[in-house]
T-cell receptor, first 112, second 114 residues
């Protein structure tokens, strides 16, 4: 079935360092979405990318969608302790019925 | 106050019993989803539904059942056939047309088999 792979599974950084997580799909996606889940919480939507090659920024966060609409990345510049959590990509797949398939997530921890 | 509501927040079940998790949304979303999350793991899709009276199996549907009798409601039943049901269950909903398919999640139900 549809697979969305995300790496790395864990990342520990010093506060102020950059962080990147990568997402790859086995098939072309209609769109890619990114979510953040704080410990003990539920995933919260960050952004959606739709167009091939699209790049979007939210303050220190930069999101990219690949040209083939099969891969994506999230880059955080100069991490802060508030960035702690698990970041998920989710691909919106249209194969008959439409469904949202999540990657395994990257858990970010930060040393202050 | 619009949103998506899951209940209960915590649920304990004896082995061999079926249990139903509730999910209600008043966002007028077409699609609803059930995911399972195990400690330190990602979200695995159990079932999803785009319209009333129609639903599809996700990647781990065995041992689960759902219904979509109303647009607002998508209950999940964890049956005794599910071999390892202890997990965190998340319900979500979204539009499927109009370009914005952002998913809104409920607070989750933490199910423990005792």
């Amino acid at each position: 079935g549809q697979q969305v792979m995300q790496i790395p599974q864990y990342q520990h950084v010093q506060e102020g360092e950059d962080f990147t997580t990568y997402c790859n799909s086995s098939t072309t996606l209609s769109n890619i979405q990114w979510y953040k889940q704080r410990p003990g919480g539920h995933p919260v939507f960050l952004i959606q990318l739709v167009k091939s090659g699209e790049v979007k920024k939210q303050k220190r966060l930069t999101f990219q969608f690949g040209e083939a609409k099969k891969n994506s990345s999230l880059h955080i510049t100069a991490t802060q302790t508030t960035d702690v959590g698990t970041y998920f990509c989710a691909g919106f797949v249209i194969q008959g019925a439409q469904k949202l398939v999540f990657g395994q997530g990257t858990r970010l921890t930060i040393n202050p | 106050d619009g949103g998506i509501t899951q209940s209960p927040k915590y649920l304990f079940r004896k082995e061999g019993q079926n249990v139903t998790l509730s999910c209600e949304q008043n966002l007028n979303h077409d699609a609803m989803y059930w995911y399972r999350q195990d400690p330190g793991q990602g979200l695995r899709l159990i079932y999803y539904s785009q319209i009333v009276n129609d639903f599809q199996k996700g990647d781990i549907a065995e041992g689960y059942s759902v219904s979509r009798e109303k647009k607002e409601s998508f209950p999940l039943t964890v049956t005794s056939a599910q071999k390892n049901p202890t997990a965190f269950y998340l319900c979500a909903s979204s539009f499927v047309r109009g370009g914005n398919t952002e998913a809104f999640f409920g607070q989750g139900t933490r199910l423990t088999v005792v």
